[in-house]
């Protein structure tokens, strides 16, 4: 198997077949969908057309893994009263390390863009029971030496523009720093255009040990943009806490370039908050019609799990 950049040539077998997670249905709503440090969720997408509502959704999964042999993305079928069915896929392509974001394409069902945490972007195909890789990575727009990703999103305006925002997850005193530009994804492959906002970005809670200020980004049918946060004690046991804000709006201008209104710290009010004694650190966040949320953890030694929660 070839690594850095060349395209893989074996088909990478992630796991088993899809099967239910025995200990999937916990008293708090918490669904497990994965186990142990190899069974995070660092990014998670809602499957275009497949139907939603209370504890239902198909989604896909990433998982921030390194190993060669090591799980990338999965598939999780949500159902109310039934366990996950989580079916981890063989990857096709150039072979990603520590996936950290996900998205669906608006309006090309199976097709979607994963994010690295350097900053290279995956046009990925779900179909057929894998995921193959379309081409080699590319690069975001404006990426330095050192800057850590875990977060991106795709939105279509009225228009029928794309556009990708994807942020900086920050570290404590320093901030994310949040940025959109177009985008295109088609026969000719992943292209984004120049950045055309760019905006620093700091949260009120968590406000204990490794703050991540954005840990997922999603941006709503009216440009509506929700992040969650996380803090990290670097301790695979936790604790962990995190939350849902209400972050800021993407607009377009008469230019067709987005711009970015994120809100202040001090106006900051989480939607749903998770303190150290829930020990859950949010890292992939979903919205189903009906402001329902759906958010995925990277829970370390305890894996990976899922929640529905109604969100204001």
């Known amino acids: 198997m070839i690594r850095n950049g060349i395209i893989v040539t074996a088909v990478l077998c992630a796991s088993l077949a899809a099967a239910p997670l025995s200990a999937a249905a916990a008293s708090d709503g918490w669904q497990r969908v994965g186990s142990g440090l190899q069974g995070g969720v660092s990014g998670i997408a809602l499957v275009e057309g497949a139907p939603t509502g209370p504890g239902l959704a198909d989604a896909v999964v990433v998982r921030d893994n390194k190993g060669d042999r090591e799980s990338r993305l999965a598939t999780v079928r949500l159902r ?32 979607y863009v994963a994010l690295a945490g350097r ?79 760019r905006q620093e970005f700091a949260v009120p809670f968590p406000d204990q040990d490794e703050v991540r200020h954005i ?13 969650s946060s996380a803090s990290d004690p670097n301790v695979n046991d936790g604790p962990f806490a995190s939350a849902v804000y209400d972050a800021g709006r993407l607009t377009v201008n008469r230019a067709n370039d987005a711009v970015l209104r994120m809100k202040p710290r001090h106006a900051l009010t989480p939607l749903s908050l998770f303190t150290r004694q829930d020990n859950r650190k949010i890292e992939a966040i979903a919205f189903l019609p009906g402001r329902l949320g759906l958010w995925g953890t990277d ?8 929640t529905f929660e109604r969100v204001g």
């Open 119 to 197: 900053g290279e972007a995956y046009h990925v195909v779900v179909a057929d029971g894998r995921a193959t890789a379309e081409d080699s990575p590319v690069a975001l727009p404006g990426r330095q030496d050192g800057d850590n990703y875990e977060s991106f999103a795709l939105h279509r305006d009225r228009s029928g523009r794309t556009f990708a925002v994807w942020a900086t997850r920050g570290s404590g005193a320093q901030q994310a720093v949040v940025h959109a530009a177009s985008v295109r994804v088609g026969p000719n492959g992943l292209s984004f255009g120049t950045v055309s906002a």
């Open 80 to 111: 109310p009263g039934d366990a996950p069915v989580v079916t981890e896929l063989p990857w096709l392509g150039v072979l990603p390390a520590d996936l950290e974001a996900l998205d669906a394409v608006p309006g090309r069902p199976g097709h």
């Open 215 to 227: 840990s997922d980004l999603k941006v709503l049918d009216d440009g509506t943009v929700l992040v």
């Open 299 to 306: 829970d370390e030694n305890f894996g990976g799990s899922v």
